[in-house]
């Protein structure tokens, strides 16, 4: 398909065109092709239409579904500490008992452990949800004189 579209192109001879002959025939590539109209300007310009490779990931997964899935025990063993107390249980498991499954989370920065918390891997192991507080002990609109004393 791309090769005819290069053929038509360069039959085109969109360089010798006007301004509303360009205008209709990049209108046409447009739709032939898929790209967008400043995408098939620039390939116009440059008088041919090539595709590009596309990288899907850029950056290689450091954390497998096994390490986050521990976190996720973890979590559900002492119940969601904050970060660095999550951070630092790791690093003992590891360093002090000797526990070789810990050695990927160990490294883990505390931002980074927030990031695998909210993973799909992780949602998967664990779902925490956080009771609303019922109605009748907010305090909302309530007023009060201050107090002097």
Known sequence: MLGFRQHWFD?????????TDKGVLLSFMQKLSG??????????????????QRTTHG???????????LLARTDELYGTLS???????CERACNVFDQQ????LAGISVTH???????RPYSR???HFEKTCPPALQHRGTTQ?????
């Open 101 to 104: 499954e810990y050695r990927q």
């Open 145 to 149: 004189a201050p107090s002097r004393g």
């Open 59 to 69: 950056f290689p997964r450091k954390y497998i579904d096994e390490a986050i899935r």
């Open 35 to 52: 790209y967008s109209r400043i995408q098939v300007k620039q390939y116009c310009k440059t008088g041919r239409i090539q595709r590009r």
């Open 11 to 19: 039959s085109a001879r969109y360089l010798q065109l006007n301004k």
């Open 113 to 119: 452990l927030y990031n695998l918390r909210r993973s």
């Open 83 to 89: 970060g660095p107390t999550t951070k630092t249980l």
């Open 125 to 127: 192991v664990r779902h």
